[in-house]
Structures are given as C-alpha cells and as structure tokens.
T-cell receptor
Framework: DVKVTQSSRYLVKRTGEKVFLECVQD?????MFWYRQDPGLGLRLIYF???????EKGDIPEGYSVSREKKERFSLILESASTNQTSMYLC?????????????????FGPGTRLTVL | AQSVTQLDSQVPVFEEAPVELRCNYS??????LFWYVQYPNQGLQLLLK??????LVKGINGFEAEFNKSQTSFHLRKPSVHISDTAEYFC?????????FGGGTRLMVKP
C-alpha cells in the first residue's frame, strides 16, 4: 500500500521561529510536492522536487525553502515563521509524468500538518 | 495557463438526496481532470479522473462525473448521498507534473 507520511499532524510555533516540516514516501517516487491549503483557495503549490537536490518554485514560494537530500524525504522550511503562514500543509509524491499513460501519474497525498504560528 | 473554478464553496444536502458539485476549467492544452475528496482530518484521496474516452466517468463510493468540453465543465454527481460523504471535494486539472486545484466545495450531509 502506498504511503506518504508527515512528521506532525499539528504544530504550534511562535513568530520568528525556524520551522521544519518533514515528508517521507515509501514508493520510490521521483517527484515530491509541498502544497498549502487555505479555505476558499484550495491547494496551492509551494515547491516541487523532481529528483534529489533538484527543486522548482511553485505558485507561492515566498517565505519558504525546501531540502531534498534523499529520494524518500522532502522537507519544507519556514526560515522565520509569520502569522500569515498559519495553514494546512500537504505533501504529495508521484512518478514522473513522462512515464505514465497519457503523460500523467497520480499524486499520492500525506495526511497534512496543521501549522499555527502565534 | 490553467485554472479551475468551483462555483459553490458549501453545499448542504439532506441524506439520501441527490447532489451535484460544479467545476469549470480553462486550459489551452489537452485536459485531464480529477476530483479529490478530503475527509475530516485526512489527506486527499483520488475520487475519479477523466483522461480520455467516455465522457461519463465513474469513481469510488458511487460518485460519477461528466466531462463536457463545450461547456468546459466537469461536474460531480451522486444520486443519493450518505452522512459519510460529508467532506471537502476538490476539482483539479493536470499539465505534465503539475496539478491546479479549484477552491474546494464543502459537502455537508444532514440527517
């Protein structure tokens, strides 16, 4: 059974703290994604990684960075947390699009981390 | 550029009633469309997808969706909902590796 896990379900941090959100997948997927979920806005892509040490900015990368030192692990970093980063963060993984029928492969999602910044 | 619009942020419905969740998209390339469901305190789960072929797509839990190219729509339907269908539903379109999501529709099934 495919599995994407995230290190915390709930996290409370203070403004200015450095925050690490961890995501691990056991499916040997090349692609990993970090999304932010806010009411009425759906999911918005923060960063995407298509291989170890490779990354691309998504739609809302400001205030975030990422790290991918191993294939199975993708970390989202908030260098200095702010209250407007209070949100639900979802990680996902997939095989590369080019390997799939129709040039598509399904993304599998983790359970999410609800981050509150005070 | 692609975009997805879900016209209703919340849909209240009584148990055993039919429901339709609306989704419209815009895309300049071939369209692959998805519906995801998020149950309370869980991640996203794929409900169904349209890649090609029949425009009527059947998914899990009795849901189905119809791809309408002329109206650029992909509405989700279920003839009779259950309390357990209470969740948030997201419509999405994909291009290459990237998914673009709509804002979500919260389905609230009342007894």
């Amino acid at each position: 059974d495919v599995k994407v896990t995230q290190s915390s379900r709930y996290l409370v941090k203070r403004t200015g703290e450095k925050v690490f959100l961890e995501c691990v997948q056991d499916m040997d997927h090349e692609n990993m994604f970090w999304y932010r979920q806010d009411p009425g806005l759906g999911l918005r892509l923060i960063y995407f990684s298509y291989d170890v040490k490779m990354k691309e900015k998504g739609d809302i990368p400001e205030g975030y960075s990422v790290s991918r030192e191993k294939k199975e692990r993708f970390s989202l970093i908030l260098e200095s947390a702010s209250t407007n980063q209070t949100s639900m963060y979802l990680c996902a993984s997939s095989l590369p699009a080019g390997t799939g029928t129709f040039g598509y492969n399904e993304q599998f999602f983790g359970p999410g981390t609800r981050l509150t910044v005070l | 550029a692609q975009s997805v619009t879900q016209l209703d942020s919340q849909v209240p419905v009584f148990e055993e009633a039919p429901v339709e969740l609306r989704c419209n998209y815009s895309s300049s390339v071939s369209v692959y469309l998805f519906w995801y469901v998020q149950y309370p305190n869980q991640g996203l789960q794929l409900l169904l997808k349209y890649l090609s072929g029949s425009t009527l797509v059947k998914g899990i839990n009795g849901f189905e969706a119809e791809f309408n190219k002329s109206q650029t729509s992909f509405h989700l339907r279920k003839p009779s909902v259950h309390i357990s269908d209470t969740a948030e539903y997201f419509c999405a379109v994909i291009s290459g590796n990237m998914l673009t999501f709509g804002g979500g529709t919260r389905l609230m099934v009342k007894p």
